[in-house]
């Protein structure tokens, strides 16, 4: 039996948040929350998530900011990017920082399946 990944979500949506930890969970997935970018940087440090899911636009830290900081502390964490505003030279931005995926809101339960199959193939190839 396969481990459960722990995936850190973040979001400042609290609704999103509640939605995409229901979908992670039955996909037998832990999930850590938090509700902006300097958090989910804090997360990241202190709980070593699997992976992370990370808003584009959050108060105080964006997603941007947040991956490059993940991505320097944690190079081979899959990251995916959840965002509505997603423009061309955001997607890009991301990709280029390191993103692994960049999901367009609202997700659907199929996008976020795909997700997790490619952050197990990856997780499980970096152990």
């Known amino acids: ?5 722990k995936i850190l979500i973040s979001d400042d949506s609290k609704l ?3 939605k995409l930890r229901a979908e992670l969970e039955q996909l037998d997935c832990e999930v850590i929350e938090a509700e902006n970018g300097k958090e989910a940087v804090l997360r990241d440090l202190q709980d070593k998530p699997d992976a992370v899911i990370l808003d584009i636009v959050m108060p105080e830290v964006g997603g941007i900011e947040a991956l490059q900081v993940i991505k320097e502390v944690n190079p081979d964490i899959p990251v995916i990017m959840l965002s509505s505003a997603g423009t061309p030279q955001k997607l890009m931005e991301t990709l280029e920082l390191g993103a692994m995926d960049f999901i367009q ?10 997700a997790v199959e490619s952050i197990r193939k990856k997780v499980q190839k970096n152990e």
């Open 1 to 5: 039996m396969t481990r459960k990944l």
């Open 16 to 18: 999103l948040r509640k």
């Open 105 to 114: 809101k609202p997700y659907t339960s199929a996008q976020i399946k795909r």
